[in-house]
């Protein structure tokens, strides 16, 4: 795909930590090219809701800082804050590229942040949860998100989808791939836990059709869509969301999830009060 900005003459920390497993032997600046069209979407994200700055950042999950890295060097001026599972992988961002480090917790609601975010950028996370862990990974983004704040978020939809239902290999050979997709037609929305995983780690492969994703979305009253691009990071999708409290009436209801949504309308509901019934 064609780079949406010439970001040729960043220069950028090209050292990669030992333990990194995404860099592949095969085609090492493929690691390299993905971390800098994250930051194009990135930038992108900047002019579709009008920042030109971001102050506080959060990379979740930060991994050994592919995307990072960029981050530090196009937002130098930035409080960078690296969170992921790997602790080594957190080590590494906060030494190399001088972010916060944060460990992870496989639930989110447990980590510690006492400050809202300009900017979150969550690169293939939810494309491994299960649908409660989905929802409740998005109602935790929004809470960490300031008021207009961004949140840059990565999918699987219909090009893994197809691939998968083509017969492509090398995506997934772990998985029950047949389950997957059959439920993915059947409700837009499928998850097998890989075969290595176990109950209590419960990792996996995700998809999730643009339709099941923008009707989750809308359920967010204070979420505005800016964004849903597909195969815009590799085979996955993008999805921008710019924060604006109350934008929108919660006439689609709102997230079981969401701890920070007032309580349910009073008998009548919210068109009752709208409509005086």
Same mark, same amino acid.
């Given at each position: 795909?064609?780079?949406?900005?010439?970001?040729?003459?960043?220069?950028?920390?090209?050292?990669?930590?030992? !333990?990194?497993?995404?860099?592949?032997?095969?085609?090492?600046?493929?690691?390299?090219?993905?971390?800098?069209?994250?930051?194009?979407?990135? !930038?992108?994200?900047?002019?579709?809701?009008?920042?030109? !700055?971001?102050?506080?950042?959060?990379?979740?999950?930060?991994?050994?800082?592919?995307?990072?890295?960029?981050?530090?060097?196009?937002?130098?001026?930035?409080?960078?804050?690296?969170?992921?599972?790997?602790?080594?992988?957190?080590?590494?961002?906060?030494?190399?590229?001088?972010?916060?480090?944060?460990?992870?917790?496989?639930?989110?609601?447990?980590?510690?942040?006492?400050?809202?975010?300009?900017?979150?950028?969550?690169?293939?996370?939810?494309? !491994?949860?299960?649908?409660?862990?989905?929802?409740?990974?998005?109602?935790?983004?929004?809470?960490?998100?300031?008021?207009?704040?961004?949140?840059?978020?990565?999918?699987?939809?219909?090009?893994?989808?197809?691939?998968?239902?083509?017969?492509?290999?090398?995506?997934?050979?772990?998985?029950?791939?047949?389950?997957?997709? @059959?439920?993915?037609?059947?409700?837009?929305?499928?998850?097998?836990?890989?075969?290595?995983?176990?109950?209590? @780690?419960?990792?996996?492969?995700?998809?999730?059709?643009?339709?099941?994703?923008?009707?989750?979305?809308?359920?967010?009253?204070?979420?505005?869509?800016?964004?849903?691009?597909? @195969?815009?990071?590799?085979?996955?999708?993008?999805?921008?969301?710019?924060?604006?409290?109350?934008?929108?009436?919660?006439?689609?209801?709102?997230?079981?999830?969401?701890?920070?949504?007032?309580?349910?309308?009073?008998?009548?509901?919210?068109?009752?009060?709208?409509?005086?019934?």
């Amino acid at each position: 795909m064609k780079p949406l900005y010439d970001f040729s003459r960043l220069a950028v920390d090209r050292t990669v930590d030992p !333990h990194d497993t995404m860099q592949a032997t095969e085609n090492p600046e493929q690691y390299f090219d993905l971390g800098r069209r994250a930051l194009e979407l990135i !930038h992108f994200s900047s002019e579709l809701c009008d920042k030109p !700055h971001y102050p506080a950042i959060l990379d979740l999950p930060c991994g050994h800082g592919r995307v990072l890295r960029w981050l530090r060097t196009h937002y130098p001026y930035a409080s960078l804050t690296a969170c992921d599972l790997d602790r080594g992988g957190v080590d590494f961002c906060a030494r190399q590229f001088g972010a916060a480090p944060v460990y992870s917790q496989a639930d989110l609601h447990q980590l510690p942040f006492t400050a809202q975010f300009d900017l979150i950028w969550v690169g293939s996370l939810v494309t !491994h949860l299960r649908q409660d862990r989905w929802l409740a990974t998005l109602d935790c983004l929004v809470k960490w998100t300031k008021e207009c704040g961004v949140i840059v978020l990565t999918t699987q939809g219909r090009s893994v989808s197809s691939l998968l239902a083509r017969g492509r290999r090398n995506i997934a050979e772990n998985i029950d791939k047949a389950a997957l997709l @059959e439920e993915y037609a059947r409700t837009g929305f499928a998850y097998q836990r890989y075969f290595e995983s176990n109950a209590e @780690e419960d990792y996996g492969l995700t998809l999730s059709s643009p339709e099941w994703v923008l009707r989750t979305l809308q359920r967010y009253p204070d979420i505005i869509v800016r964004a849903y691009l597909e @195969e815009a990071w590799g085979m996955q999708d993008v999805i921008i969301l710019y924060k604006k409290a109350g934008h929108f009436e919660p006439l689609l209801g709102v997230p079981e999830l969401n701890t920070t949504t007032p309580d349910a309308a009073p008998s009548g509901g919210l068109l009752g009060r709208l409509f005086g019934r």
